[in-house]
DNA sequence: ATGATGGTTTGAAGATTGTCAAACCATTCT
DNA sequence: AGAATGGTTTGACAATCTTCAAACCATCAT
């Protein structure tokens, strides 16, 4: 059991995690990965299956990559499968309140971009924020 | 006198936020805006000496506009004269603490980036890396 | 071993973006 | 009126980004 490679905390950089922000798919990475709770150890699978966005594997593998190496997620890789969290506590603590400020906006901005719903859409924007 | 268009406050996207501050020429800009001071009416002429960013005036121009569409600035038009200011007030109100958490982490962001550049070796690219 | 599975890497096509230069527009000055 | 000024718009070019497809790699199952 590894780790995919990532940023130190110390390493992060504001402008590489805007940019691995300012993407819709990524934005929906996003919110699918607070959805699982703000639990430091709530991972997802990294398979297709496991997000409300339906895009090519590798597409998805990139996404992963950009957030990886902003310093936005962290991997864990077991075996043939990689689980992917949200890294909470190192983004709170270079940029405090960013991640969560994000995280707020998100459920609305989500609505408001239409197209791919999560299949469950109620409102379960309460359990996004921190 | 009068106002260059821009969304409303309930018309604020996150995503076109996020874009607009997802560059390093605008974060400068945006760090230029912020250095004025917090009081809503601190402006800054659109002019390029009073911005800490040498490029072209048409591609300052370029970013004003992107910035402007966003919502992040708001654009007074007074006879040939255009003054820019943050739209603090509308941004906290619809993503509370996004601009105090970025406006907290720019300095640093910045000083990484390298300082801007005193003197020649003014190639195309070579302002801000990417 | 052989094959299937989960995910990454590479390659290529199309769309976006950042930049400068030149033309343009409206306002101000002489 | 004519010229200068502050800024915008348009056009072009290079660089970057998003995406899918196919090849690839490592691990697990048979």
Not at 18 to 26: C, G, H
Not at 116 to 128: I, M
């Amino acid at each position: 059991m590894s780790r995919l490679p990532q940023p130190d905390r110390a390493e992060l950089r504001l402008s590489a995690v805007l940019d691995a922000l300012a993407d819709p798919v990524r934005l929906r990475l996003l919110a699918d990965l607070a959805a699982d709770g703000a639990e430091a150890d709530a991972e997802r699978s990294c398979g297709i299956e496991a997000w409300s966005v339906k895009v090519h594997k590798s597409t998805l593998s990139h996404h992963f990559k950009v957030l990886r190496d902003a310093g936005v997620t962290s991997t864990r890789v077991v075996g043939r499968n990689r689980w992917i969290r949200l890294r909470r506590d190192d983004l709170e603590a270079r940029f405090p309140g960013l991640l969560g400020a994000v995280l707020a906006a998100l459920p609305e901005e989500l609505e408001r971009a239409g197209a791919p719903r999560p299949e469950g859409s109620g409102g379960q924007a309460a359990n996004l924020a921190r």
